[in-house]
């Protein structure tokens, strides 16, 4: 049978970078997408018609999440790769000396965190019936609590942060029918988080997006059994939780 992923955020940057490289691993993916419009990802539908399904998703509803499952799960029964992508910065200014945007921190944590854990959840069921059973989440070294050195960026870091505590309850809740999660900091990337090109950052989304695919292949060559949640980089060195 042929090996299924789905992968959130997709409209560009490293979500559409790990579809494409999901399809040249010939995985049949399913991408969630949030826009109304996006071009890439509709070209490389009408290049994979037979192997990428394109679902409208917004990770940020119950009701999204939801619909998403019932499209995918008329489509297959199982799903070897749940890769959360999907997420948003928020205000990277402001310190606790400056006003804060409480609503907008609210909006951050709903994308970020409750997002991946809304698909997690509502996808467990095709997940655990998958060969692999793998959870990738795309966390950030900014949920690094150890390594912390900013002083502001409270909705990002604090929502990845939170993240990274829900992979290692989702890993602990699955381990047992042989599910394991990974959580992983893909780099500087050169995305439009900010709602601009970042051309300055170390990472194409596709240099970003094989590495992660290659620690995903390297992680299911070992076994399941007794593995633990890791939490590292693109390059697979360890982060301090």
């Known amino acids: 049978m042929k090996k299924t992923a789905f ?9 559409l970078a790990l579809v494409k490289g999901l399809l040249r691993q010939g995985f049949h993916v399913f991408a969630g997408q949030y826009a109304d419009e996006a071009p890439e990802l509709q070209a490389l539908k009408e290049a994979h018609a ?44 402001a310190t606790v000396l400056d006003p804060l945007n409480y609503a907008e921190m609210m909006d951050v944590f709903n994308v970020n965190t409750l997002g991946s854990l809304r698909m997690s959840q509502t996808f467990m069921p095709l997940l655990l019936k998958g060969d692999s059973k ?67 950052a170390a990472l194409t ?21 007794g593995a633990e949640c890791e939490y590292v980089d693109y390059a697979g060195n360890a982060l301090n939780w």
């Open 7 to 15: 992968v959130t955020g997709t409209d560009r940057g490293v979500g």
């Open 134 to 200: 793998f959870l990738i989440n795309i966390s950030s070294e900014a949920g690094s609590i150890g390594d912390c050195y900013r002083d502001s960026w409270f909705a990002y870091c604090m929502s990845k942060a939170a993240l990274n505590m829900q992979s290692k309850l989702i890993h602990n809740g699955i381990k047992k029918q042989g599910g394991r999660v990974l959580v992983v900091h893909p780099g500087w990337v050169q995305t439009y988080m900010q709602g601009k090109l970042d051309a300055a």
């Open 50 to 93: 037979d192997q990428l399904c394109l679902l409208p998703l917004d990770i940020a509803s119950d009701e999204s999440v939801a619909r998403a499952f019932e499209a995918a799960s008329g489509k297959t029964d199982q799903l070897d790769l749940l890769i959360n992508n999907g997420a948003i910065l928020g205000d990277i200014g």
């Open 205 to 225: 989304p596709e240099q970003s997006a094989d590495a992660i695919l290659r620690l995903i292949e390297a992680r299911l060559r070992l076994p399941a059994d």
